[in-house]
T-cell receptor, first 115, second 109 residues
Framework: DAMVIQNPRYQVTQFGKPVTLSCSQT?????MYWYQQKSSQAPKLLFH???????NEADTPDNFQSRRPNTSFCFLDIRSPGLGDAAMYLC??????????????FGPGTRLTVT | AQRVTQPEKLLSVFKGAPVELKCNYS??????LFWYVQYSRQRLQLLLR??SRESIKGFTADLNKGETSFHLKKPFAQEEDSAMYYC???????????FGQGTRLTINP
């Protein structure tokens, strides 16, 4: 089945220790997104890639970076995680173009714990 | 700025009763509205979008531009409808979503 895969599903890191979360997709979609979802809150968009074009949200902290080496993979790097960065991180993909917004396909998420 | 409001964090109804999940949005242009659902231990997935104007799993939603609302309705709730529901807004071509806070729907037997 074509899908969005996130690894690992659970990640524990120490305060200040860099961590990378991974997302891959078999849908061949142009657009890949990273969301942060804290407990009982809505998913909040951090940034997205339209092909190789990176689009950062204005309020995304500099501590969060992303890489998209090819169509299938996208990484979320947290350079110096703080306790406030503990959350579920969701990756999503969608088609792009056409002047309309397409359905987003979500991965299962990575739950990040910061100790 | 675009904003989506779901006024009810929790909603509980009995099986067979009608259900309505409220969603209001703030956007001055032509919005694209979606309902996403997350069942227990499953990933977030699209339930329906206003452009399609279709009924999915018995749910419908009508975009009311005058009231800036996109409420989700089902005439007879089923236990399998218990889930977290998110209303989301996109603006043409923006390729990104603004989510509401979500409503946890519980269907009691």
């Amino acid at each position: 089945d074509a899908m969005v895969i996130q690894n690992p599903r659970y990640q524990v890191t120490q305060f200040g220790k860099p961590v990378t979360l991974s997302c891959s997709q078999t849908l061949n979609h142009n657009v890949m997104y990273w969301y942060q979802q804290k407990s009982s809150q809505a998913p909040k968009l951090l940034f997205h890639y339209y092909d190789k074009d990176f689009n950062n949200e204005a309020d995304t902290p500099d501590n969060f970076q992303s890489r998209r080496p090819n169509t299938s993979f996208c990484f979320l790097d947290i350079r110096s995680p703080g306790l406030g960065d503990a959350a579920m991180y969701l990756c999503a993909t969608s088609r792009g173009g056409g002047g309309t917004s397409y359905e987003q396909y979500f991965g299962p998420g990575t739950r990040l714990t910061v100790t | 700025a675009q904003r989506v409001t779901q006024p009810e964090k929790l909603l509980s109804v009995f099986k067979g009763a009608p259900v309505e999940l409220k969603c209001n949005y703030s956007y001055s242009g032509s919005p694209e509205l979606f309902w996403y659902v997350q069942y227990s231990r499953q990933r977030l997935q699209l339930l329906l979008r206003h452009i399609s104007r279709e009924s999915i799993k018995g749910f419908t939603a009508d975009l009311n531009k005058g009231e800036t609302s996109f409420h989700l309705k089902k005439p007879f709730a089923q236990e399998e409808d218990s889930a977290m529901y998110y209303c989301a807004l996109s603006y043409q071509g923006a390729q990104k979503l603004v989510f509401g806070q979500g409503t946890r729907l519980t269907i009691n037997p």
